[in-house]
């Protein structure tokens, strides 16, 4: 991948260009899944715990408590796994909302240079290259780069595992073990539709 400067190039630019429009857009929360991940975070950066303080704690009331939270012994906190409240946790520190946004960025960019890696390894550089454009142009990874939620994140941890497991175990009997998987799975909602 080194020897492909251009590409190295690209992703710089990808990342100083999705990091921009982290800075640059409007910084608010849309859904109520970034409104219970922002009150995770502000939890945290409040007290240093997941739980939210809304009163809910004192009171226990039903009207208190957000439907996307979970009532716990030491009050609400959010129902997804904490482990990105965690990781996001020293970009929210950095630069609040704008922070999960560049750390998307981040990731983003880190899944397509393993897409190119990954790619890489079963076929030629351009191959590669075009795998990447297309991952960044027609899919929704720009939406993944700019948003609260961590999917570009998670994207990025499954890209790292599927990367080590192709350079360990060898190419070919990885896509092996994906095609049985995949043609167990067909087969499963062939023979049991919902």
């Not at 948003?147 to 998670?154: N, R």
Request: hydrophobic content about 50%; glycine content about 10%.
């Amino acid at each position: 991948m080194y020897k492909d400067r251009p590409f190295l190039f690209a992703l710089l630019a990808l990342l100083v260009f999705w990091s921009l429009l982290a800075i640059l857009a409007p910084s608010s929360v849309y859904t109520v899944d970034e409104m219970v991940l922002y009150a995770g975070f502000s939890a945290m950066d409040q007290d240093g715990s997941l739980f939210i303080e809304n009163g809910y704690k004192e009171f226990g009331s039903e009207a208190l408590q957000n439907w996307f939270m979970t009532g716990g012994p030491s009050g609400l906190s959010q129902q997804y796994p904490s482990g990105y409240t965690y990781l996001g946790y020293p970009f929210w520190a950095l630069a609040g909302i704008r922070g999960l946004f560049i750390l998307n960025a981040i990731a983003a960019v880190g899944v397509v240079a393993l897409t190119y890696a990954l790619a890489s390894v079963f076929a030629e550089r351009a191959i590669a290259r075009w795998a990447a454009g297309l991952l960044v142009f027609g899919s929704f990874l720009t939406d993944y780069a700019g948003g609260i939620w961590p999917h570009s994140l998670a994207v990025f941890f499954t890209m790292v595992a599927i990367y080590a497991a192709v350079r360990a175990e060898g190419a070919g009997q990885i896509i092996c073990d994906l095609g049985a998987g995949r043609g167990a799975r067909l087969w499963y909602r062939v023979k049991h539709p919902r």
